[in-house]
Every structure is written in C-alpha cells, then in structure tokens.
C-alpha cells in the first residue's frame, strides 16, 4: 500500500515562497515518474509539475518561472520550491504518480494559501 504525506503548505503573502514536501512510502520510487497536483475550491485538480525518474521537469504555463520540482530518490521525498506566489496559486496541493495508473490513495494535501 502505498502512503503520500504532504506537507509544508501555509499562509503566506504574494510574492513570497513556500516549500513543499512529499513522502512516499511503499513504492519502487526511484523508477517512477511523479507530479505536483493542485485543486482549488471549486476547481478541478490540475497538473503542475513533474518530474522523471531521470530528473526530468516540467511544469504547467501558469507557474512556469516560479515553481520547481525536485526529487531525492533515496529519501523517496519530491520537492515543490514556490517562488513569487500568487493568490490564484491558493489550493491544496497533492504529489502522484505522472502517469496513469496513478497511486490509488491520494494523500490528504497540503494548503496553500496565498494573500493579496
């Protein structure tokens, strides 16, 4: 069974920064590709970034410039640094898998709220 546990999110005003942290736990990690997800009130959970298990990045347009993935393979943990944060950066944020099929258990996020 495998366990994400997300952590570091918080209240912070725009422009400042934040880094987020994911434990996974259970996996062959180093071989699997993961992403930052975000879901806002309201919203759908997107995508935000990812990362192979070669190191890989990439992220979405809206946080392209700010936000950067990283992984360390042997603590399995995956990074999420956010710089210059917007308030339509405020979500929950979850780590997963990249590719389908996802971990089955989503973690229970982290939240991030950014003020104006």
């Known amino acids: 069974q495998v366990q994400l546990v997300e952590s570091g999110g918080g209240l912070v005003q725009a422009g400042g920064s934040l880094r987020l942290s994911c434990a996974v736990s259970g996996s062959a990690f180093s071989f699997v590709a993961m992403a930052w997800y975000r879901q806002a009130p309201g919203k759908q959970r997107e995508l935000v970034a990812s990362i192979t298990s070669s190191g890989s990045t990439n992220c979405a347009d809206s946080v392209k410039g700010r936000f950067t993935i990283s992984r360390d393979n042997t603590k399995k943990m995956v990074y999420l640094q956010m710089n210059d944060l917007k308030p339509e950066d405020t979500a929950v944020y979850y780590c997963?898998?990249?590719?389908?099929?996802?971990?089955?258990?989503w973690g229970q996020g982290t939240q991030v709220t950014v003020s104006s």
């Open positions: 997963n898998k990249l590719n389908r099929p996802l971990f089955a258990s």
